[in-house]
């Protein structure tokens, strides 16, 4: 191999402190937490009560100008009550780590790429992708230049953190005991990772693109249209008309890169399922009170504990309501009792990758349009859990951004070909100021101060929904947008020629936005954020905009509306997949009959079906397995070895074949010409006796709930059998992938056939004639240790639709408070 000239190196990284290996850490811990749990020794018991967080009591606090109150309701919902922000971050900091450390530590420790010093092997993949990113230099970097007073803030915090770790009563919680570890000191950085995080995850677009380019190398431009239709028409464009032209020297590449990148196929992965949330805002003409209503659920990837900590933060300056999350000061999602706002994922297309090719004259060098160009080059070293020595990479980054193929054995033997992938990502560019933008957001009292803060916004891009207690209502997209010069995303693209470069990011006020729209209301649920007039490319392709539609014609029916009639759309179940596929399907088989007494008797049912996903009913089961089924069957023989480009429930894609392309309903593989009435009833006969062997022989029988179950599973413990029955929490809920409420499923096996893994976590709804009555809940509990009443104590409220109102808790009444801590300022 040519040597190569590192450029610059990174910061020295400390060797984690166990000093045996540990090959095995999942089995033992199987084995001694299934004793514990199993009623295992009373030692052992009493061992893992100890680490359960105190509530009650004094506690000194360095670092305090003055004594904060910390009250809990009944559900472990903390109020904290300061004489200043700095305080109460720094109270927040230390609540934070009693009730969730290990969620903390996994976070900061999958941002900083260190993950396999914990789990070994397991944790190796994401390591290497994030040093390959560089997402914990870029935090390092971001609090940095940040303002003094974010900055003090961040401080505060991990002051906070660190004070709990230094001074808890008992032992660490049972998982940092299992792994022998010892969490280090809380530093800024720790926090702000957790933004870059965020943005990697919600922004998703690097693997569409290794998605079509797979699908690209097997499919005609056609019927790369046909698997991708778009949601308005008028925008269809060819896909894939050019790719052949430049890529690639070895066509695997793009096969190679998807098996081997965190979060593919069996690999777990903390960044599944992030294509989805509502928000929506009525302004006062429109709601019972006079005043704006403002709605929002996000939908995130489940887990135990759940992302969201629900808060309450009381001081002479400032006062907040709603939901922090564990590793950082500031609200994600609330109100401070002049404003509310709200989030959805925009769906922008913030990442491309690029094709580059090396110099051939110097491997040290890759080709550009103005001439080869010097890789910046530095290494890593990740420290495993179990081995000698540590694991070394090089990372090589281009002027698009790191090289990713790097990360992947299969694709990096093919750049001998000359050949690289770099991927481009608007995170990743200097001056990050999200963490100060979400300082700012907390402290905005009216429209122009929340722009101004939105301003600071980098990553992710999202869609702010606004409502005022002067009676506004508003709308902003905020973040950086690149400009291509030319090219839409959704491919990737060569680096070499200069044309489908970056030239800049959209303009702040360029970005969609609005306050006071004259029809009085904003509804966005993933849909697309503005018209086909806008001047600038957002995104190529948008979410099926159904749900967004269902809240719409909702909003038509209750107005004046309030917070009741709000839970009701919250809640709704009426599927869009079963609106838009179902009568086709109904039609096709009227041409190919039923086949079957037992499809018949499902057929009748689906016919009188008013398409509500209720858990207790058969219906949503018998569509749900009909349309995972029919979907492979039109499509997985044209794709053969890249058919998961193509995974779950696609009725957009499954109705425009049937309705207008009746070639997809051919089996490719067969002399026999297949109809598509043909392939729909062998679809559904197929589904009807996989469910047969689960659920027996009768449809009317059948249960959605039975398979529909919503699994939080812990990050440890979930992975660990026996162990994940009887820590994971699950529930049987209702939804779908394309309900208001949703309820995203994998398309698994068995019993896990239609588990749900994905959904509105948190719900909230506020109302601006008195925020304090604003109502949220979260979907699981505000601890993260498995043994503590708080664990899982919110998750059947949260499925059946109630909330807690914790800006009217009155010390005295109704229980309140349930627990009292005061954190007392250093004696001088």
């Known amino acids: 191999m040519t040597p190569i000239d590192f450029q610059r190196e990174r910061r020295p990284v400390r060797p984690p402190r166990y000093r045996r290996p540990w090959g095995k850490w999942a089995a033992y811990a199987g084995l001694i937490v299934a004793a514990l749990l199993i009623g295992g020794t009373g030692g052992a018991v009493m061992v893992a009560r100890m680490s359960l967080p105190n509530y009650d009591g004094e506690i000194i606090l360095s670092g305090l100008a003055a004594a904060v109150t910390v009250t809990r309701d009944e559900f472990g919902v903390p109020r904290i009550e300061a004489g200043n922000m700095t305080d109460a971050y720094r109270a927040l900091g230390y609540i934070h780590a009693a009730d969730r450390m290990f969620q903390m530590e996994m976070s900061r420790r999958t941002g900083a790429g260190r993950l396999a010093e914990l789990l070994g092997e397991p944790g190796l993949g994401f390591d290497k992708l994030m040093r390959t990113l560089g997402l914990y230099t870029r935090a390092e970097e971001s609090v940095a230049a940040m303002a003094r007073t974010p900055r003090s803030a961040l401080q505060a915090y991990a002051g906070g953190v660190n004070a709990w770790l230094e001074n808890h009563d008992g032992p660490l919680p049972p998982e940092f005991l299992l792994l022998r570890h010892t969490p280090e000191p809380w530093v800024p950085a720790d926090s702000a990772v957790w933004g870059l995080l965020m943005a990697l995850q919600l922004s998703d677009n690097w693997r569409g693109e290794i998605d079509r380019a797979r699908a690209a190398l097997r499919l005609t431009p056609d019927q790369m249209i046909d698997l991708w239709p778009p949601v308005d028409p008028d925008s269809a464009t060819t896909l894939a008309e050019n790719f052949d032209t430049y890529c690639c020297a070895d066509r695997q590449i793009f096969a190679r890169l998807a098996d081997d990148l965190p979060g593919s196929g069996t690999q777990m992965s903390p960044f599944a399922f992030a294509s989805a949330s509502n928000e929506w ?56 009792g002049h404003i509310a706002w709200g989030l959805t994922t925009t769906h922008a297309d913030v990442q491309d990758l690029f094709i580059e090719r090396v110099d051939p004259a110097d491997p040290l060098r890759y080709l550009t349009a103005n001439g080869a160009s010097q890789f910046d080059v530095r290494r890593e070293e990740i420290f495993v859990r179990g081995r000698e020595k540590p694991e070394t990479i090089t990372v090589r980054e281009t002027y698009h951004g790191p090289v990713i193929s790097d990360i992947s054995p299969g694709a990096a033997t093919l750049t001998g070909e000359g050949e690289m992938i770099a991927l481009a990502f608007n995170a990743l560019a200097p001056d990050n100021r999200t963490p100060e933008a979400l300082y700012d957001l907390n402290r905005a009292e009216n429209w122009a101060e929340f722009t101004a803060a939105l301003e600071k916004f980098a990553a992710p891009l999202q869609n702010f929904a606004y409502a005022d207690t002067d009676g506004h209502i508003g709308f902003y997209v905020p973040g950086r947008l690149p400009i291509r010069k030319s090219g839409d995303g959704r491919l990737p693209v060569p680096g070499w020629t200069g044309e489908f470069d970056w030239t800049g990011f959209v303009p702040f006020d360029e970005m969609p936005h609005k306050l006071d729209p004259p029809g009085g209301r904003i509804v966005n649920a993933n849909n697309r954020v503005a018209g086909r007039s806008y001047p600038h490319l957002i995104a190529a392709d948008w979410p099926d905009p159904g749900r967004a539609a269902r809240i719409g014609r909702m909003l038509d029916d209750i107005s004046p509306a309030d917070s009741t009639t709000f839970k009701s759309i919250q809640l ?27 499809a018949q008797n499902a057929l009748d049912l689906l016919k009188d079906w008013d398409g509500r996903m209720d858990r207790d009913r058969p219906e949503p089961l018998i569509f749900t397995a009909w349309a995972a089924e029919l979907g492979p069957t039109l499509y997985n023989d044209e794709l053969g070895d890249a058919a998961d480009v193509a995974f779950g429930i696609r009725p957009r894609t499954v109705l425009h074949m049937l309705d207008g392309k009746p070639e997809w309903c051919d089996d490719v593989t067969t002399p026999t010409l297949e109809s598509c009435p043909g392939r729909v009833g062998v679809a559904l006969r197929t589904a009807l006796a996989t469910l047969s062997e689960i659920a027996g022989d009768d449809p009317a029988d059948w249960r959605w709930g039975d398979l529909h179950k919503a699994r939080f599973s812990h990050q440890i413990f979930g992975r660990v059998p026996i162990l994940r029955d009887l820590i994971d929490i699950e529930i049987e809920t209702d939804g779908d992938n394309f309900t208001v409420n949703r309820g995203t499923h994998i398309l698994g096996q068995g019993d896990d056939m239609f588990t749900q893994i994905h959904g509105p976590g948190y719900r909230a709804i506020y109302d601006l004639a008195d925020l304090s009555t604003s109502q949220m809940i979260i979907a699981t509990g505000q601890s993260g240790h498995p043994l503590s009443r708080h664990f899982g104590d919110l998750t059947r409220m949260w499925r059946d639709g109630d909330y807690l109102t914790p800006g009217t808790r009155r010390n005295g009444e109704d229980g309140f408070p349930a627990s009292r801590m005061v954190f007392l300022p250093s004696p001088r």
């Open 281 to 336: 805002v009525v302004s006062g003409d429109h709601s019972e009170s006079g005043l704006p209503l403002l709605a929002n659920d996000p939908h995130l990837g489940f887990s135990a504990p759940l992302l969201w900590y629900l808060v309450e933060i009381v001081t002479p300056s400032l006062s907040l309501t709603g939901v922090s999350v564990p590793g950082m000061p500031f609200l994600m999602l609330g109100h401070n």
């Open 572 to 598: 709704d179940i009426k599927s869009s997949a079963v609106e838009m596929l179902l009568p086709t399907l109904l039609d096709h088989m009227t041409l190919a009959g039923a086949g079957s007494v037992q």
